[in-house]
Protein backbone atom coordinates (compact mmCIF):
# COMPACT_ATOMS: atom_id res chain seq x y z
CA UNK A 1 0.00 0.00 0.00
CA UNK A 2 1.65 3.25 -0.45
CA UNK A 3 2.12 6.20 1.65
CA UNK A 4 -0.39 8.22 0.80
CA UNK A 5 -3.40 6.02 0.72
CA UNK A 6 -2.45 4.48 4.09
CA UNK A 7 -2.16 8.06 5.76
CA UNK A 8 -5.32 9.13 3.65
CA UNK A 9 -7.22 5.80 5.16
CA UNK A 10 -5.86 6.48 8.44
CA UNK A 11 -7.07 10.07 7.91
CA UNK A 12 -10.69 8.59 7.42
CA UNK A 13 -10.44 6.42 10.48
CA UNK A 14 -9.75 9.66 12.82
CA UNK A 15 -12.81 11.43 11.15
CA UNK A 16 -15.28 8.73 11.39
CA UNK A 17 -14.47 8.19 15.29
CA UNK A 18 -14.66 12.24 15.51
CA UNK A 19 -17.95 12.25 14.21
CA UNK A 20 -19.27 9.21 16.95
CA UNK A 21 -17.91 10.86 19.27
CA UNK A 22 -20.14 14.09 18.53
CA UNK A 23 -23.43 11.84 17.31
CA UNK A 24 -22.85 9.39 19.63
CA UNK A 25 -23.66 7.24 17.30
CA UNK A 26 -21.33 3.71 17.05
CA UNK A 27 -23.30 1.99 14.95
CA UNK A 28 -22.38 1.47 11.10
CA UNK A 29 -23.91 -1.12 8.61
CA UNK A 30 -21.09 -3.18 6.20
CA UNK A 31 -22.87 -4.08 3.42
CA UNK A 32 -21.41 -6.29 0.19
CA UNK A 33 -23.11 -6.72 -2.95
CA UNK A 34 -22.33 -8.94 -5.79
CA UNK A 35 -23.94 -8.33 -8.97
CA UNK A 36 -24.17 -11.07 -12.08
CA UNK A 37 -25.79 -10.46 -15.46
CA UNK A 38 -26.69 -13.69 -17.63
CA UNK A 39 -27.22 -11.51 -21.12
CA UNK A 40 -30.98 -11.37 -19.75
CA UNK A 41 -31.57 -10.33 -16.01
CA UNK A 42 -29.36 -8.63 -13.37
CA UNK A 43 -29.19 -10.79 -10.64
CA UNK A 44 -27.80 -9.02 -7.03
CA UNK A 45 -26.49 -10.68 -4.09
CA UNK A 46 -25.93 -8.90 -0.75
CA UNK A 47 -24.58 -9.93 2.69
CA UNK A 48 -24.47 -7.57 5.64
CA UNK A 49 -22.93 -7.17 9.29
CA UNK A 50 -24.06 -4.35 12.02
CA UNK A 51 -20.69 -3.33 13.65
CA UNK A 52 -19.96 -0.79 16.45
CA UNK A 53 -17.47 2.00 15.89
CA UNK A 54 -14.88 3.24 19.06
CA UNK A 55 -14.63 6.38 19.98
CA UNK A 56 -10.77 6.35 18.97
CA UNK A 57 -9.27 4.10 16.50
CA UNK A 58 -7.97 0.76 18.09
CA UNK A 59 -4.30 -0.18 16.90
CA UNK A 60 -2.29 1.69 14.73
CA UNK A 61 -0.69 0.87 11.12
CA UNK A 62 -3.47 -1.35 10.30
CA UNK A 63 -5.17 -2.53 7.04
CA UNK A 64 -7.71 0.50 5.92
CA UNK A 65 -10.49 0.76 8.09
CA UNK A 66 -9.78 -2.48 10.13
CA UNK A 67 -8.52 0.09 13.37
CA UNK A 68 -12.86 1.13 13.66
CA UNK A 69 -15.00 -1.96 12.81
CA UNK A 70 -15.77 -3.94 15.95
CA UNK A 71 -18.71 -6.47 14.91
CA UNK A 72 -21.88 -6.10 17.43
CA UNK A 73 -20.87 -9.33 19.33
CA UNK A 74 -17.49 -8.51 19.70
CA UNK A 75 -14.98 -6.18 22.17
CA UNK A 76 -11.99 -6.18 19.48
CA UNK A 77 -11.27 -4.06 16.46
CA UNK A 78 -10.36 -6.34 13.32
CA UNK A 79 -7.32 -4.92 13.12
CA UNK A 80 -7.21 -6.71 16.96
CA UNK A 81 -8.01 -9.67 15.77
CA UNK A 82 -6.09 -12.84 14.08
CA UNK A 83 -6.25 -13.02 10.78
CA UNK A 84 -8.38 -16.44 11.49
CA UNK A 85 -10.43 -14.46 13.81
CA UNK A 86 -11.21 -11.85 11.02
CA UNK A 87 -12.08 -14.72 8.69
CA UNK A 88 -15.55 -15.75 10.61
CA UNK A 89 -16.39 -11.87 9.61
CA UNK A 90 -15.76 -12.19 6.01
CA UNK A 91 -18.61 -11.36 4.08
CA UNK A 92 -17.51 -13.26 1.05
CA UNK A 93 -17.73 -16.45 1.72
CA UNK A 94 -21.25 -16.52 2.54
CA UNK A 95 -21.68 -14.02 -0.45
CA UNK A 96 -20.21 -16.63 -3.31
CA UNK A 97 -21.86 -19.90 -1.37
CA UNK A 98 -25.31 -17.35 -2.35
CA UNK A 99 -23.62 -16.90 -5.91
CA UNK A 100 -22.59 -20.63 -6.40
CA UNK A 101 -25.84 -21.95 -5.32
CA UNK A 102 -27.92 -19.50 -7.81
CA UNK A 103 -25.70 -20.81 -10.40
CA UNK A 104 -25.96 -24.59 -9.76
CA UNK A 105 -29.96 -24.12 -9.52
CA UNK A 106 -32.17 -25.49 -12.30
Same mark, same amino acid.
Given at each position: ?? *?? $???? /?????? +? %??? %??? %??? +??????? /???????? @? +????????????????????????????? %??????? *????????? $????? #? *??? #?? $?? &? @?? &??? *??
Amino acid at each position: MS *TN $KRCF /SHMWDK +N %ITE %IVK %ITE +NTKCLWR /SILGYYDW @N +NEHYFEESLAWNIPKYPRWNNWYDWDTIF %IPNWQNS *TFAEMSPEE $KQNYA #L *TKP #LY $KQ &F @NE &FLN *TD
